[in-house]
Nanobody, 128 residues
Framework: QVVLVESGGRSVQAGDSLRLSCAAT????????MGWFRQAPGKEREFVAG????????RYGDFVKGRFTISRDNGENTVSLRMNSLRPEDTAVYYC?????????????????????WGQGTQVTVSS
């Protein structure tokens, strides 16, 4: 069982930066790949970023275009998402998710159904 708690979401202006954090309650944090997803009203949940258990491999959604950076601290059981150059279309609820590593050849999981644990989400609102 993994409990995930996100924080850091708030209202900002276009062009601002924001850092989201996710704290994981588990004794086996390095057994999990981690990801960030987002969901805007009326839209499907979409992949934002993912990171391997060691933090070496990362992947991003196409829309990120170098603006976001995912990182993790395995000593603190946290994963973060640094978001720069925010746009109004980045407005959404952002979710942290964890997936147990079963195939060591798959370093980052990008599809939501494969993730087993989810946080409650944190709202990010970007105004123009």
């Amino acid at each position: 069982q993994v409990v995930l708690v996100e924080s850091g979401g708030r209202s900002v202006q276009a062009g601002d930066s924001l850092r989201l954090s996710c704290a994981a309650t588990t004794n086996y944090f390095t057994s999990y790949g981690m990801g960030w997803f987002r969901q805007a009203p009326g839209k499907e949940r979409e992949f934002v970023a993912g990171i391997s258990w060691a933090g070496v491999t990362t992947r991003y959604g196409d829309f990120v275009k170098g603006r976001f950076t995912i990182s993790r601290d395995n000593g603190e059981n946290t994963v973060s998402l640094r978001m720069n150059s925010l746009r109004p279309e980045d407005t959404a609820v952002y979710y942290c998710a964890a997936v147990r590593i079963r195939n060591p050849n798959i370093l980052v999981v990008t599809t939501a159904p494969e993730y087993e644990y989810w946080g409650q989400g944190t709202q990010v609102t970007v105004s123009s």
